[in-house]
């Protein structure tokens, strides 16, 4: 019997493209209009069977913001063959038809048939299984996220609403009453490092039973194993983290018309602010303080084909803080971490310890243990670099307040379920995707005895941050801070 309902749902969808396409069509945009869907369908078909991605409006953020180098990682061959098959070869027959004039009365009569036609399709089905459809739609509204092409085009329409704006949008200012009084004697010298993908099962400090973290464990640092992330990507966790907003208010309008935490650190006067970037881009975040690229060679002095390393973050910090040092100091470095599928390209050859690995970014084709090894490995990478931070801080405690912050922007899926990346929406996102590693080092003198094991989230990083530099301000919620606390 389950068959028939099958068949009924697929007629149901059929019909209803016809009618959304008959409706929005014309004689001049049909064939641009349906080989455009064809395309798009194409690609959007591969990153749902391969990857089980939705493509909702995140997903479509995601796409506009990722550079070409990141896209390069996306590229196979079983791609093309989606492309080449479910694309371009239909788009080519769409292209040869042949559409034969007719008037502008007999176009309206068509119309109006086949809009008729399917619409009364959907209702004698809808009410012939009327039973099946109401516990169906009610027991399974993720699975209209996978409806291929409408859900991507409705995806776009809403991303187009998310950006855009009925009114004038006045940017709001915030935190203008900030200040650090009295100055801080010794200065506080801060590196927020922001990772990228790195899920916190995967650390051994959470009793992982690899060692992922073999450095970071001989320091003296707080390992919170209970970090949840604002969002599942980069594009939506990254601003989120260093909004006022808290994962329930924050929206991608709110969060480019309102000032962050950096900004109103920046009103003190009294902080050096700079940004390193070594993923996409800050997204957003360090539109108004200083910011510099490490993703290419121009910066970075440490890039090997193509591939620039996260250490390279960390050349010229010296000099940095000299320049600045009858100031305080937060620098941020933004990692290129545990970006996917192309894990083995997050690390140097010395780091693959967890062998065999996966080698390329069809995830599908490898092992779910070569995919964690690939993927442990660059945490073994990660964990390297963040030692490195921590010995660099080691050398100016005695003249700075110096600590070390560590928050992953988001976590990752690596095959359970089917399911790889991240980037799902946050109500059926796996924990895998939002429970994130997040380490903390303060150097000798500037302890704090923190509880490790309690829940916090990204929404907890303004008021850290702002209480970490004693700064005063009516935006500052001492409730909020993890160190108050």
């Known amino acids: 019997m389950n068959i028939i309902y099958i068949i009924s749902l697929s007629i149901v969808i059929v019909a209803f493209n016809i009618f959304l396409f008959t409706l929005v069509s014309s004689k001049y945009t049909l064939k641009a209009m349906l080989i455009t869907v064809l395309i798009i369908s194409a690609f959007t078909s591969y990153f749902m069977d391969v990857y089980h991605v ?56 068509s119309k109006v048939k086949v809009l008729f036609g399917s619409l009364l399709i959907i209702v004698l089905l809808l009410l012939s ?47 203008l009453d900030a200040k650090i009084s009295p100055i801080n004697k010794p200065h506080k010298l801060v590196i927020m490092v922001v ?45 989120c983290m260093f909004s006022v907003y808290n994962r329930s208010d924050y929206s991608y309008k709110k969060g480019r018309a309102t000032e962050n935490v950096l900004d109103v650190i920046k009103h003190t006067k009294q902080v050096a602010i700079l940004w390193r970037d070594n993923n996409s881009d800050s997204k957003g975040v360090a539109l108004r303080v200083p910011f510099e690229d490490f993703k290419y060679g121009e910066k970075n002095t440490l890039c090997n084909d193509g591939e620039c ?104 899926s690596l095959g359970e379920k089917g399911i790889y990346l991240h980037g799902l929406p946050y109500f059926m996102a796996p924990q895998a995707q939002t429970h994130v590693a997040s380490v903390a080092w303060f150097g000798k003198n500037n302890q704090h005895k923190l509880d490790a094991n309690k829940h916090y989230s990204q929404d907890n990083l303004f008021d850290t941050l702002l209480g970490i530099f004693n700064v005063k301000s009516e935006v500052y919620n001492k409730n909020m801070d993890i160190l108050n606390n």
């Not at 039973?131 to 991507?152: A, I, M, Q």
Request: charged share 20%; proline share 4%.
């Open 129 to 175: 299984f009327s039973k099946f459809y109401t516990s169906f739609l009610r027991e399974h509204k993720p699975l209209r996220f996978y409806v291929n092409p409408t859900y991507w085009i409705y995806s776009i329409g809403d991303y187009i609403a998310l950006v855009t704006n009925s009114g004038e949008v006045k940017f709001k200012q915030i935190g």
């Open 195 to 239: 990772g990228e993908a790195t899920r916190a099962d995967h650390f051994s400090l959470n009793g992982y039973k690899r060692e992922t973290n073999p450095l970071l464990k001989k320091e003296n640092i707080i390992n919170f194993k209970n970090f949840y992330s604002c969002g599942t990507s980069t594009a939506v966790s990254v601003p």
């Open 54 to 109: 939705i493509i909702d409006n995140i997903m479509i953020q995601n796409s506009l913001q990722t550079d070409i180098k990141e896209s390069l990682d996306l590229l196979s061959f079983k791609l093309l063959l989606y492309v080449i098959f479910l694309g371009l070869f239909p788009a080519y027959l769409v292209y040869r038809i042949e559409l034969k004039p007719i008037s502008f009365k007999a176009t309206i009569l």
């Open 309 to 412: 390393r996260d250490e390279g973050m960390l050349v010229g910090l010296d000099k940095y803080i000299e320049q600045h040092k009858n100031q305080d100091i937060l620098i941020v470095l933004h990692q290129m971490g545990n970006h996917g599928p192309a894990y083995y390209k997050r690390y140097p050859k010395e780091f693959e310890k967890f062998t065999p690995v996966c080698k390329t970014n069809q995830l599908e084709n490898c092992t779910k243990e070569s995919i964690a090894n690939a993927y442990d490995n660059a945490l073994l990478y990660s964990d390297y670099f963040l030692s490195k931070v921590i010995n660099l801080l080691k050398n100016y405690q005695n003249s700075y307040d110096t600590t070390m912050f560590y928050i992953a922007d988001h976590g990752e």
